[in-house]
């Protein structure tokens, strides 16, 4: 009786402490959602280039035991990589060579069958692809970024819209979507810019959590954080088409001048503000002289400096005027109208 008392209570210890003698199995590592790479846990960075299909390609078929594939998948991202080295020198072309080198490390250890999870996998992804991504200005084409300019409002209005309907993990998902795209607008800058891109980044992962979490309450607190988000690129944009116009390279000139003005656009839209009050002749301007700059290269050198110097001084001018005592609950019930 004794004895069997002791079994008895060996088995509720067992049940209660998930097993005994045997180690608790961890979750399955989680795919990555078609078309992104998770690096750092919950940054999202959107696949744009050869490299970023290589790694996800990888990751996907190492989770499927399908490690031939993951390590062929892994040797074309370091051969992309060699390839675009080409532009870079200095500190930037050792750190690019150090990334190389990380993954043919990684695919001779999946070949070896070395490889002891795929977190370890993760980790090297995540360093290499983020080296990449720190580099990548260097040896992209003027208007690299054009296709993708209006994608993190997509987001901000499918977050919104899913946000306002309680679905609020697809909503969280958006959030982290569209942080991945300042994220990745973010390469090649500095200074306060760079900063605050920075910052808008990781108040868009914060409020992803706290929307996900059920922290996040009210519509007005993703209102402001989308404004000045839009405010944050159009404020990169803007400074980059001085930039660009200083070098002549007009075609990018009328790229950056054209997403500067959009999401001013998207800013005055997002708060509400009354668009009498945004200068809509400096509007149609930009978006005359971007024309001019794409189409031709023809302009006016006084109208084209007028143009973008104005519409620098409206986003500041809108930046400062622009505050979160500004939003009410009511002007922020409008945008549930934003297409899903």
Request: aromatic share 10%.
């Amino acid at each position: 009786m004794r004895k069997q008392r002791f079994l008895l209570l060996v088995s509720v210890f067992c049940l209660v402490f998930a097993g005994c003698g045997s180690k608790k199995q961890k979750e399955p590592a989680e795919s990555w959602p078609a078309g992104w790479l998770v690096v750092d846990d919950d940054v999202w960075l959107p696949i744009l280039n050869d490299l970023g299909s290589s790694l996800y390609a990888a990751r996907s078929a190492y989770l499927n035991k399908d490690y031939k594939t993951a390590s062929k998948e892994i040797w074309a991202g370091a051969q992309y990589l060699k390839l675009k080295i080409q532009p870079i020198a200095g500190r930037a072309k050792l750190e690019v060579e150090q990334a190389i080198s990380q993954l043919e490390q990684l695919a001779k250890a999946i070949d070896q069958n070395d490889l002891r999870s795929i977190k370890e996998l993760d980790e090297v992804f995540s360093k290499v692809y983020k080296v990449d991504l720190k580099h990548r200005q260097a040896a992209v084409r003027d208007g690299y970024w054009a296709p993708y300019t209006e994608e993190p409002d997509a987001h901000f209005n499918r977050a919104y819209n899913k946000f306002v309907n309680k679905d609020f993990r697809t909503a969280a998902i958006e959030l982290r979507k569209s942080a991945g795209y300042l994220k990745m607008q973010s390469v090649g800058t500095s200074g306060d810019i760079r900063s605050s891109l920075d910052a808008l980044n990781k108040l868009l992962l914060r409020l992803a959590n706290d929307v996900e979490s059920g922290v996040a309450s009210s519509s007005v607190r993703i209102d402001t954080t989308i404004v000045r988000a839009h405010l944050a690129l159009a404020q990169l944009h803007q400074q980059q088409a001085i930039d660009s116009f200083k070098a002549k390279r007009l075609q990018n000139t009328a790229y950056q001048l054209h997403a500067a003005a959009f999401h001013l656009e998207r800013a005055v839209y997002w708060s509400d503000y009354k668009l009498d009050l945004i200068d809509e002749e400096l509007f149609k301007n930009a978006q005359q002289l971007a024309g001019e700059l794409a189409e031709s290269g023809g302009y006016n050198a006084n109208f084209a400096s007028k143009t973008i110097v104005g519409l620098g001084e409206e986003i500041a001018k809108f930046n400062k005027t622009n505050s979160p005592l500004f939003f009410t609950s009511k002007n922020s019930t409008q945008h549930s109208l934003g297409k899903d």
